[in-house]
């Protein structure tokens, strides 16, 4: 059956599919995917539609949403818990449902949009935390191959919003992922300024979990990035770009008060909302139907009317102002279908 994909995707854009399967269980998400793989169609995994632009001409070939539900656990007073948790659950839904089991690690990644299945692939992160700290393994199906595989932590091949799935995309559907978590009431160390000065902590303290979570919702949803249907401001893909991982080099020509965090290669890691922010890209900025949220610049809107090509064009500009100024090229973090920058 033909679907809008706007109804599916958290910009509330994109044109129709040709095909749409809704998959409630592994066996009809592998089924849906061998069907389409044998009649030779393109094939679009959507879990949470948070994370992704669709063009307006829609999709030509076979969008199947994942919709599977379930989890298992198992506690060990020693070691915590390892949870497996099938793909298309509520990311958010699923850390709510942890902390009141009493399990600590995801608190900082509280009020990120999307499904379980979705996280492994950007290695999703906030403050300080990624998910990739957490995650014992990913099993998947394997379309190439036309097999089951589970990857190890270490074969995910995790780094900065990027892993094996990432780098190989469309090639794995993932069925669920298992996480190890610690028993405990108190949070991972807070590394994360924003955050230990919202909490009033110093970096490195560790403090309720249920606290974590109640100081990151309140960020995020002063940020715009708590997903309102009410609110255009909040619809938006997240973070559009990544912050970009520079050379010393580079670094060390950007002003003084330009975020730098060194990485373990050498590289620093930079701020892309500083550096937009000091390229002339403005908070409440309109073109077209799209514009950057008034409450976060790396958040670019669907104000109510905005199309694919308009958020594209906005995105344009934006990097096209930091390449400029500071002769560095953003990266979007955002999946793109059926257009590029």
């Given at each position: 059956?033909?679907?809008?994909?706007?109804?599916?995707?958290?910009?509330?854009?994109?044109?129709?599919?040709?095909?749409?399967?809704?998959?409630?269980?592994?066996?009809?998400?592998?089924?849906?995917?061998?069907?389409?793989?044998?009649?030779?169609?393109?094939?679009?995994?959507?879990?949470?539609?948070?994370?992704?632009?669709?063009?307006?001409?829609?999709?030509?070939?076979?969008?199947?949403?994942?919709?599977?539900?379930?989890?298992?656990?198992?506690?060990d007073?020693?070691?915590?818990g390892?949870?497996?948790?099938?793909?298309?659950?509520?990311?958010?839904?699923?850390?709510?449902?942890?902390?009141?089991?009493?399990?600590?690690?995801?608190?900082?990644?509280?009020?990120?949009?999307?499904t379980?299945?979705?996280?492994?692939?950007?290695?999703?992160?906030?403050?300080?935390?990624?998910?990739?700290?957490?995650?014992?393994?990913?099993?998947?199906?394997?379309?190439?191959?036309?097999?089951?595989?589970?990857?190890?932590?270490?074969?995910?091949?995790?780094?900065?919003?990027?892993s094996?799935f990432?780098?190989?995309?469309?090639?794995?559907?993932?069925?669920?992922?298992?996480?190890?978590?610690?028993?405990?009431?108190?949070?991972?160390?807070?590394k994360?300024?924003?955050?230990?000065?919202?909490?009033?902590?110093?970096?490195?303290?560790?403090?309720l979990?249920?606290?974590?979570?109640?100081?990151?919702?309140?960020?995020?949803?002063?940020?715009?990035?708590?997903?309102?249907?009410k609110?255009?401001?909040?619809?938006?893909?997240?973070?559009?770009?990544?912050?970009?991982?520079?050379?010393?080099?580079?670094?060390?020509?950007?002003?003084?008060?330009?975020?730098?965090?060194?990485?373990?290669?050498?590289?620093?890691?930079?701020?892309?909302?500083?550096?937009?922010?000091?390229?002339?890209?403005?908070?409440?900025?309109?073109?077209?139907?799209?514009?950057?949220?008034?409450?976060?610049v790396?958040?670019?809107?669907?104000?109510?009317?905005?199309?694919a090509?308009d958020?594209?064009?906005?995105?344009?500009?934006?990097?096209?102002?930091?390449?400029?100024?500071?002769?560095?090229e953003?990266?979007?973090?955002?999946?793109?279908?059926g257009?590029?920058?």
């Amino acid at each position: 059956m033909s679907e809008l994909l706007s109804n599916h995707t958290s910009l509330h854009i994109g044109g129709p599919a040709k095909n749409f399967v809704r998959a409630t269980t592994e066996e009809e998400l592998v089924n849906a995917v061998k069907a389409a793989d044998a009649a030779g169609e393109e094939v679009l995994i959507m879990g949470g539609g948070s994370n992704v632009l669709v063009a307006d001409s829609g999709f030509s070939g076979t969008v199947i949403h994942v919709e599977t539900k379930g989890n298992s656990y198992h506690v060990d007073a020693c070691s915590g818990g390892m949870i497996t948790v099938a793909a298309g659950e509520d990311w958010d839904g699923f850390v709510e449902w942890l902390l009141d089991k009493g399990f600590a690690g995801l608190e900082t990644m509280s009020g990120i949009p999307g499904t379980v299945g979705g996280a492994p692939i950007q290695n999703i992160g906030a403050y300080g935390h990624e998910v990739s700290e957490v995650i014992a393994r990913v099993r998947t199906w394997d379309r190439k191959a036309g097999a089951y595989k589970t990857f190890s932590n270490s074969e995910c091949e995790f780094e900065y919003r990027s892993s094996v799935f990432k780098k190989n995309p469309g090639r794995y559907v993932i069925l669920d992922v298992t996480f190890q978590l610690r028993n405990g009431e108190m949070s991972l160390p807070i590394k994360y300024k924003e955050l230990a000065h919202y909490l009033g902590v110093e970096l490195e303290a560790r403090v309720l979990v249920s606290d974590v979570r109640k100081a990151v919702l309140a960020l995020r949803a002063a940020k715009g990035m708590l997903l309102d249907s009410k609110d255009h401001d909040t619809w938006s893909a997240g973070s559009f770009f990544v912050n970009p991982i520079v050379s010393a080099e580079v670094a060390a020509t950007l002003p003084a008060d330009a975020p730098r965090w060194p990485q373990p290669d050498g590289r620093v890691k930079t701020s892309a909302a500083w550096l937009m922010e000091h390229a002339g890209v403005k908070k409440g900025e309109i073109h077209n139907g799209a514009g950057i949220s008034t409450k976060h610049v790396l958040a670019l809107v669907n104000t109510g009317s905005a199309t694919a090509a308009d958020i594209v064009e906005m995105a344009r500009l934006a990097r096209s102002a930091v390449k400029e100024k500071f002769g560095i090229e953003l990266e979007p973090e955002v999946q793109f279908v059926g257009l590029s920058l």
